[in-house]
């Protein structure tokens, strides 16, 4: 079974223009139609969010001198006001794309603790996130890729507690994703992440194309020297399968 976590990609997420500003004003939503104007946030709201960036902003600098225990800290302070602020205007795309990145750094900051439990919910958690941020931004390879990832690891956590169901639909929509980051640019992480995809998706369809394109690509890469730690346990299951073929 497939059961280990991808290696977790730091961001240095973007941090929203209109959060950085202190007045109200600077919090007007986008123009939307007339019919169906997004609420504005509460000065409240605003100040909650301003701290929140503040926060955000404070565990960055943690983690990047790998001080995860402040990292988290900092991240679920700055979460709840981000939630309130998505949810107030889940259109504004730049808080969505904060909110992914919060919750994607706060789950790197727990598995880097060992804190393993808390990485899948705050993957799901961010998943919806994800998939708005790569619908708005379709030539952003770096938003897709960790979209992949995202769905890897919460299918390969599903498929560790045996919820075959639940991961099945995540691998399968990671394939597509990664067959086209690979067709973009085809690197040794690139191919990694559609192997890993792969792999998934064997354990969990009945496809014969997709298990023989995972065994062939697993006897592929482990020939070539490029499959990675993650992925080698079953990739070289894989492969003996396509040399018994």
């Known amino acids: ?96 794309n904060f ?29 919806p996130y994800w998939r708005q941020v790569v619908q708005a931004k379709p030539t952003d390879a770096q938003s897709r890729g960790v979209l992949t990832g995202i769905l890897i690891q919460t299918a390969n956590f599903k498929l560790s507690k045996q919820d075959k169901a639940g991961a099945a639909p995540l691998y399968a929509e990671a394939v597509p994703l990664a067959r086209k980051a690979v067709a973009e640019q085809a690197n040794a992480v690139n191919r990694n992440l559609l192997l890993a995809a792969l792999i998934g998706a064997s354990q969990t369809s009945e496809d014969a194309a997709l298990k023989a394109e995972a065994a062939t690509m697993s006897k592929a890469m482990i020939a070539d020297g490029t499959v990675d730690a993650a992925n080698k346990p079953s990739a070289q299951v894989l492969a003996q399968s396509a040399k018994a073929g």
Do not use: C, W
Request: glycine content about 4%; overall charge neutral; charged content about 15%.
């Open 99 to 127: 909110l992914a990145n919060a919750l994607y750094a706060a789950a790197a900051a727990n598995a880097a603790l060992q804190k393993l439990d808390a990485v899948a919910p705050l993957y799901e958690e961010s998943l």
């Open 1 to 96: 079974m497939h059961k280990a976590f991808l290696t977790t990609v730091f961001l240095s997420a973007a941090l929203p223009a209109a959060a950085q500003e202190t007045a109200p004003a600077a919090q007007a939503p986008a123009a939307t139609p007339a019919a169906n104007p997004a609420p504005a946030l509460s000065q409240a709201q605003i100040a909650a969010f301003n701290k929140a960036v503040t926060d955000f902003t404070a565990g960055q600098q943690a983690q990047q001198k790998g001080d995860n225990a402040t990292a988290l800290g900092k991240y679920e302070a700055a979460l709840p006001a981000i939630r309130d602020a998505v949810k107030t205007q889940p259109g504004k795309i730049e808080n969505v």
